[in-house]
């Protein structure tokens, strides 16, 4: 904290009661875990998402459920992260190569070229010019009979297309 010169000053945590299960709580948890850390966090409960989103000159942090509507990269972190996205909108956060890089991804066809940007989207957004912080991922859990045979998706998607499922009537 000396060598980014923090003298300690409050550092606000917008906070929306019950967004998602236990939210306070976790923010409670994260405030304790940042002030063990040097930073003097102070939750500031809102009513509503206009008052998270109030650019006051005071806003430092808020949550934010961060989900992908179908399996593919543009539906999340440009969706999300990119130029016409909540975040850029509301003026919270901003990067030019992201920007670029999300309209590359909005059109690239080849798979390898698309893995590349959206690799180089992840170093820009989590690490180099940091758009977002990662708490946690959304466990998914199925079941299902041993006779069925069937391939659960590694997200939330549930793919029962024809290719994915077929009973064994054995």
């Known amino acids: ?3 980014a010169n923090y003298k300690g000053d409050p550092i606000p945590f917008r906070v929306l009661n019950n967004y998602y299960t236990n939210q306070v709580g976790t923010a409670q948890i994260e405030v304790e875990m940042w002030r063990s850390a040097g930073l ?19 806003r430092a942090m808020r949550d934010w459920s961060n989900s992908a509507v179908f399996n593919d990269p543009i539906s999340s972190i440009v969706n999300q992260h990119g130029p016409q996205g ?17 309209g590359t991804l909005e059109v690239e066809t080849d798979m390898a070229k ?3 940007v959206f690799k180089r989207m992840l170093e820009i957004c989590e690490r180099e010019d ?21 391939k659960a998706a ?7 297309r024809a290719g994915n499922f077929r009973w064994n009537r054995s």
């Open 86 to 102: 909540q975040q850029q909108q509301a003026k919270e956060w901003s990067n030019d190569e992201m920007n670029k890089l999300s």
């Open 40 to 58: 003097n966090m102070q939750i500031e409960m809102r009513e509503n998402w206009q008052q998270i989103f109030e650019n006051d000159g005071k």
């Open 1 to 3: 904290m000396k060598a």
């Open 130 to 150: 940091p758009a977002y912080t990662v708490l946690h991922q959304t466990a998914t859990f199925t079941a299902k009979r041993k006779d069925i045979q069937w």
């Open 114 to 116: 698309r893995k590349a």
């Open 154 to 160: 590694p997200a939330f998607q549930v793919d029962f």
